[in-house]
């Protein structure tokens, strides 16, 4: 048995089979759920490419499979990122039911990991961008509200990430032909704008980034986030295999600052406008840009503690996403807004929602005690000692989005009745609520007191990247 | 290599094609339109691929054509809502006409970047303007569907010439199936939504 099999094929075939009982909705959440949390534990116990003993048998897990002249590889330092995506969407999926989401998030959410997994195996990667097309093309569905019309905002999610694959493709083919090439460094160059405009695309990197708060407001926000969460942190391993095959993309200064600034740009970009949005379902979009941009910043720096700050940004990241959109997800359900207007004193009626939502954005944020505080600084501790304009800039990002937290703490504490009646605790949550909303906040706080669990988790996955620093 | 006047025959039925497919109203030419551009596709990649694999090409596009087709249902889908006034369809032909244009003129350019032969290179470059042109010119699922399935047979040409691996073109006719689905789906949320 080989672990692409088991952790990108297995999984594609059951998301088949349980399509035709999504309707059957408890059975298919266990079912899922618990799939989502076995490969994780898997992943994490498991090495692959070593023989290893279950009682009285010796297995091996292979790290290939071939198909069509084509590989699929999973090394063993890819077991960690395997693990998080699918523990993650294992605790996705079993909040689904609460989330108000439609019967396709748990079929085409597990096939859309799979494709994504695939998209990092496959060798030659430049064919990742085929299967993250087709993750994408799966993923629609998920996003429209059941009995609700299409919007824009899932139109254009669409379109930018399918103008991705053309430059990817040709970004491949571009630095294959380069080192040939009487004029390479031309020809690197042209490569590298083909490269820049697919990420840019894929991960929605300013200019392209106008579709993310539209489908935050408009469509489902526990999808949304699940979504940009799973795709982004594919598309950044990908990214890093890139630069680990590519030397001139490490070494090629104005692309570096190229990166910096534009990473620079979404910071503020996102801080400044989270900071004054009305709805919390644009807070999640405000916040991916946010965290884009850092995760750019990091890239920028191709140090080595440039690369590990860019791993170690995935775990509180998807968190954070995680528990911001199911806390904006049942305020929906239970409230039918989300608007900050109508929400004053929320905290009163929906304490555990308004903790959530809090500690979910301070995390984003990068406030102190918190799971990306350790990041953010020393991301910005990295870039002060390069250039003091960045870290202004980036400062002011910080700002916004503190500033945002603030007025949520305002909005959601505050009761807009100042009566000792109005001030009571009425709990309105459901039990179901109450639960998964107090397990992932927790897994917040865990994650801010104690970073070194998640950091000794990730620092395996760089060994894959022997050529980054 | 040496251009024959006749490899600009391809090159002249997706400039109609397409300019049609932006101009129509009226889904049936639309679809008609749609598979005109994927018979210039197959003719562009014949130049480089075998029948077979270049057949590929055509059937997808069909494919996709008649999935799209299909799924538009009764007289409420039988026009695509973009307002049929005068002014609009020429200010579209003037901006097809202008990308026809542009990508004639910027051809040899591109040349240098892409080593492909000039009327492949313009046929490719016409059909990646016009659907982002028509993509850009609507909300509409359908047009937007139509405009990636255009944007992408111009890249398919494009990468046909760099790239003869028979992996990439399955897969991205799966892409084109895919897309075409998709906008099936979307047809058909849109189609409910009209009959409520």
């Known amino acids: 048995m080989s672990a692409p099999i088991i952790w990108i094929g297995i999984p594609f075939l059951i998301s088949i089979i349980v399509w035709f009982f999504r309707k059957n909705r408890p059975l298919i959440i266990y ?203 594919s598309i950044l391993v990908l990214s890093m295999d890139f630069f680990n095959s590519y030397s001139w993309l490490r070494n090629e200064p104005v692309l570096l600052q190229s990166i910096q600034i534009i990473g620079t740009i979404m910071v503020v970009f996102g801080g400044v406008f989270a900071a004054f949005q009305k709805r919390l379902s644009r807070l999640i979009g405000y916040a991916y840009i946010y ?82 505080f350790p990041i953010k600084m020393t991301i910005l501790s990295e870039i002060s000692s390069t250039s003091i304009l960045y870290t202004i800039w980036i400062m002011i990002g910080l700002v916004g989005s503190l500033f945002m937290g603030g007025r949520l703490l305002s909005v959601l504490f505050v009761s807009s009745q100042k009566t000792d009646v109005d001030s009571q605790l009425k709990i309105q949550e459901t039990t179901a609520q109450a639960v998964f909303l107090s397990i992932e906040s927790i897994i917040l706080i865990v994650l801010g007191l104690f970073p070194s669990i998640f950091i000794s988790i990730m620092v395996d996955v760089l060994n894959a990247y022997t050529n980054l620093y | 290599m040496r251009t024959n006047i006749i490899d600009f025959a391809p090159v002249i039925l997706v400039s109609i094609a397409s300019l049609l497919l932006l101009l129509q109203a009226n889904w049936r030419w639309s679809i008609i339109a749609l598979s005109l551009q994927y018979i210039a596709v197959f003719w562009m990649v014949l130049s480089v691929w075998p029948v077979g694999l270049a057949a590929v090409k055509l059937v997808t596009g069909w494919m996709a054509g008649a999935v799209l087709g299909a ?106 199936l895919g897309i075409a689905l998709m906008g099936a789906y979307l047809l058909n949320l849109q189609n409910k939504g009209i009959s409520e």
């Open chain 1, 31 to 233: 079912l899922i759920s618990g799939f989502c949390f076995l490969l994780a534990v898997t992943a994490l116990i498991v090495k692959f490419g070593e023989v290893f003993s279950l009682g009285p048998l010796t297995l091996e897990i292979n790290t290939t499979f071939t198909v069509f002249g084509r590989s699929f590889i999973l090394q063993d330092s890819e077991r960690f990122i395997v693990a998080l995506l699918y523990f993650s969407a294992g605790i996705w999926f079993s909040a689904a039911r609460i989330s108000g989401s439609n019967e396709f998030f748990l079929p085409h959410g597990l096939a859309v990991i799979s494709f994504l997994i695939a998209a990092l195996t496959v060798q030659p990667f430049l064919y990742a961008a085929l299967f993250v097309e087709i993750a994408v093309l799966l993923s629609i569905p998920m996003l429209i509200k059941s009995g609700e019309e299409i919007t824009d905002g899932v139109l254009r999610f669409l379109v930018f990430q399918t103008l991705a694959v053309p430059f990817i493709l040709l970004a491949g083919w571009a630095f294959e032909q380069a080192p040939f090439s009487a004029n390479s460094q031309l020809q690197f160059f042209q490569a590298s704008i083909f490269l820049g405009l697919g990420f840019a695309f894929w991960l929605s990197i300013f200019p392209f980034h106008a579709w993310v708060p539209m489908v935050a407001e408009e469509g489902q926000p526990y999808v949304f986030a699940f979504l940009i969460s799973m795709i982004s942190t």
């Open chain 2, 71 to 176: 799924s538009i249902t009764g007289e409420e889908g039988l026009r695509i809502s973009f307002k049929e006034i005068f002014q609009e369809l020429r200010f579209r032909f003037v901006l097809g006409l202008l990308i026809i244009l542009f990508v004639f003129l910027i051809s040899p350019r591109i040349n240098n970047l892409l080593p492909i032969p000039n009327p492949f290179l313009i046929g490719g470059g016409v059909l990646i303007g016009m659907g982002l042109l028509q993509i850009g010119l609507t909300k509409e699922p359908l047009r937007v569907v139509l405009g990636l399935l255009t944007f992408l047979s111009g890249f398919e040409v494009y990468y046909a010439f760099i790239e003869r691996s028979v992996m990439v073109a399955g897969f991205l006719s799966i892409i084109t």
């Open chain 1, 291 to 372: 965290e884009i941009g850092f995760s750019l910043i990091s890239i920028g720096i191709t140090t080595e503690i440039g690369w590990e700050t860019l791993i170690y940004s995935f775990i509180p990241r998807i968190f954070s996403l995680m528990v911001l959109s199911l806390s904006v997800a049942v305020l929906n359900n239970n409230f039918k807004t989300d608007q900050l207007d109508e929400i004053r004193g929320l905290f009163y009626k929906s304490p555990f929602i308004s903790i959530a939502t809090i500690l979910a954005w301070f995390t984003i944020a990068g406030l102190p005690l918190l799971g990306s």
